[in-house]
């Protein structure tokens, strides 16, 4: 079956440094979906990658999806303590969500 | 927009007991999920719906595990009998057009002593 990491597992950075997680599959992704959790709190959307090769910018938050479609990573800029939360990817081909990243922002 | 909701939010009951999730998705999305979120885990998907018809329900577990949709709308989650590791929160999500992603519940936290 499909095969999803997303690392680093856990992330502390300061606030103000940049961040990254990654999702990595073993196959081709049909359309990835990235999503954020507060602590406490339940997934929320954040952003669809379709095509190859794909950069989406939100604000602080760039996404990319891979040439190969078969990767993707998230990087938020100068992180702020309003990033705190776990990031998941979400497979569209089997509805499927990554192990997360956790990330802690110190003031 | 409503957003999904769910009820109850938290649910204590002891093994061997039966417990019943609702989700009311938002108005007009056909695609409504289930999914189990043991604590520092992923969300890991029970069952998806369509309309009321069922897509996949490969990882619900059968032998205690149901649910329905009816008239395509509501959807409950049944568990009968409890297990200990059945402690989770239940989370329900719905879609309509994949590139606005799903929206999810509030969740229902609950808990097996």
């Known amino acids: 079956g499909q095969q999803v990491m997303q690392i680093p597992q856990y992330q502390h950075v300061q606030e103000g440094e940049d961040f990254t997680t990654y999702c990595n599959s073993s196959t081709t992704l049909s359309n990835i979906q990235w999503y954020k959790q507060r602590p406490g709190g339940h997934p929320v959307f954040l952003i669809q990658?379709?095509?190859?090769?794909e950069v989406k910018k939100q604000k602080r938050l760039t996404f990319q999806f891979g040439e190969a479609k078969k990767n993707s990573s998230l990087h938020i800029t100068a992180t702020q303590t309003t990033d705190v939360g776990t990031y998941f990817c979400?497979?569209?081909?089997?509805?499927?969500f990554g192990t997360g990243t956790s990330l802690t922002v110190i003031p | 927009e409503a957003g999904v909701a769910q009820s109850p939010r938290y649910k204590i009951i002891e093994k061997r007991q039966s417990v019943a999730f609702w989700c009311n998705p938002i108005?007009?999305?056909?695609?409504l999920y289930w999914y189990q979120q043991i604590l520092g885990q992923g969300p890991k998907l029970l069952i998806q719906?369509?309309?009321?018809?069922?897509?996949?329900d490969s990882q619900l577990p059968k032998d205690r595990f149901s649910a329905e949709r009816l008239k395509g709308v509501d959807s409950t989650l049944k568990i009968q009998p409890a297990k200990l590791e059945d402690s989770a929160v239940y989370l329900c999500a719905s879609g309509g057009p994949t590139l606005y992603g799903y929206t999810f519940g509030s969740g229902t936290r609950l808990t097996v002593v």
């Open positions: 979400w497979i569209g081909n089997q509805f499927y």
């Open positions: 990658l379709v095509k190859s090769g």
């Open positions: 108005s007009g999305h056909a695609t």
């Open positions: 719906f369509q309309n009321n018809g069922v897509v996949d």
